[in-house]
């Protein structure tokens, strides 16, 4: 093949077969790509799978592989590209330093229908009931490709396991799903597991409008024939600004956005645009109730502050657990943004910081999990949850997720601004009101970018606590540390003026106004005062559409009380002895969210810009109508 430039780095959501190489400045050489090209032979085939397709596979086989030394496979299948193609130019990367040196048969391969591979590509492939024997998935494409493997390729032990992240973290869900004989382990990382209820694409339907434009900008673009990687693959969307908020609120409603600005060549988009339920074409994609019959051993994995894949890898641990009894499951949640285990030291995101290099740590265990199923390693004696509290900054094990001991409270809302976890004490219907404004929606984050941000899950959100459109509750502070681990759900008591509504609820932890021990001395050395900060721990939005179903949506009834109820993503974090808990109610978050006209029209991406409306919506709290944050509290260990 011609020699032609390395392949550009994806954006976030696609996150790449390896870790990207250090910048060497031109000079330095690359020491860990100078070791696998000296260390590794690479092969290239194309592996023919059951319907004749054939799925184009780099195999980098270690030089000292025999008869009588053998390897194990390590597998990650992805639609990011498994460049650079030819077989005499190598990949600089394969996940960890560690896992190069210990010693794999690292297999990379482009699924079925992305650049080298034949075949049509469908977005997150649904799970099929086969009737015949050329029906395919995932599934099958992957045992059909380590069938071939096992029996073409020399010098391997018979075994193989499967890892990646976001993308590739959901082929190696689907590839754990009636496994190959071979396969051992599996670790799907950050994996997809419904893109309509919060995953990438949207939070209980409610569209994830930065996020899927920006991705489907590239990654839609058609391919009708094998291709390799090239320079514009990802060179993304002229915005003509870096201020994303102010781009899509001129850009206007996307019933427009999509003819607009893709001019009708991002299918995928279209797809979006023609399914705003959940109907029979996002059900199907959604993986969770197919993750059945697995026989490898589970290593799934995720980060608290994942802005793309948090509901995937806790979903997927919780599906595996009830529908394979005596599965080998482990759950590790780490204070990580998406792929941050890798890409980063894990040590502090945004506004957070979490005392050390979280990443190496989960680096390390990976490598055990790996080592101990496919090469006979010790036994890496791993917890069933090994997940990062918050605030204490420390790894935790536990027995199952969420803790056994862990006992659910309600942090209610009441008078004043006022947050406790005693229910209200008052009979009178109160509420609280504000006037949300389509044309001037809440922004969720205060960085200036048009990609997405990778951070504002730890942002400080007193920006946000300054406008008239954001409620804000607060507890006093806290006599002694409270510790939430596991789940949270809203329950909203509200009415609109309008006929449709978003909800959106965070929980955040509130520093002391003055911040002990920070010294002028500290300031003058550039440290960040935190006195006062409101570091946001979860937020999530809600379609208030979707209430009663994601299949049926329902507008409200103008000034009539309703009950908006939904789950919000697990947190594992302590709020220390004199800082407060607050939760802030809004309705927008832009442009994260799309911006819900607040008239109810049948589909929502058809609303015409007359159909925006400014709405008052009001926030119940009495007796009769408690509003309140469903918790999660974890007695301390002084307890």
Known sequence: ????????????????????????????????????????????????????ARLFTAVYVPNDATASRKYPFLM?????????????????RFFTEGFE???????????????????????????????????????????????????????NNGRAGMLGVSYPGFYASAGAIDGHPSLKAVSPQAPIGDWFRGDDMHRHGAFNLQLGFHFFASFDKPRPKPKEDSEDDWDGFDYGTPDAYRFFLSAGPLSEAEAKHFKGERPFFREIVAHPNYDAFWQARNILPHLRNIKAA???????????????????????????????????????????????????LGDAEFGFQT????????????KHHLKDGPDPDLAEAFVFEVGANRFRRFDAWPPREAKKGRLYLQGSGALSFEPPKNAEAESDEYVSDPDKPVPYTQEMANNWSSSYMAEDQRFASRRPDVIEYRSEPLERDVTLAGPLEAEL??????????????????????????????RWAGKKDRGGQQTLVRGEPFRGRFRESYEAPKPFVPGEPTKVKFAVNDVFHT???????????????????DRNPQKFVPNIFEAKPGDFTKATHRVYRSQAMPSALEVTILPALTE
């Open 76 to 92: 990650m299948r992805t639609p990011y590209s498994v460049a650079p193609y030819g077989a005499d130019r190598y990949s600089k």
């Open 101 to 155: 040196k210990e010693g794999f048969i690292f297999v990379l391969q482009d699924v079925r229908g992305r650049y080298m591979s034949e075949g049509e590509f469908v977005n997150v492939r649904p799970h099929l009931d086969k009737k015949g024997p050329k029906d395919i998935d995932e599934s099958t494409d992957t045992y059909d490709t380590l069938e071939w493997l096992t029996k073409n390729v020399a010098g």
């Open 575 to 593: 709020f220390k002895r004199g800082h407060r808990i607050v939760i802030q109610v809004q309705s927008t978050w832009f442009p994260f969210i």
């Open 493 to 522: 008591w509200v009415s609109t003026t309008g006929t449709d509504a978003d909800w959106v609820v965070k929980l955040i932890d509130e520093n002391p106004g003055k911040m002990p021990g920070f010294t002028k001395e500290d």
């Open 359 to 370: 990443s190496i740590v989960f680096q390390d265990l990976e490598l055990a999990f790996f």
């Open 298 to 348: 589970m290593l799934v994995v995720g980060g608290f502050f994942d802005t793309e894949d948090l509901y995937g890898p806790l979903a997927t641990y919780r599906a595996i657990e009830a529908q394979n009894p005596g599965a080998k499951n482990s759950l590790v949640m780490g204070p990580w943004k998406h792929g941050g285990w890798y890409h980063g030291k894990g040590d502090k």
């Open 1 to 52: 093949m011609d020699e032609k430039k390395a392949a550009p780095t994806p954006p976030p959501l696609a996150a790449p077969a390896t870790a990207p190489a250090p910048s060497s400045g031109g000079e330095e050489p690359d020491a860990r790509a100078e070791f696998i090209r000296s260390r590794y032979t690479k092969y290239e085939y194309r592996i023919p799978m059951r319907d004749g």
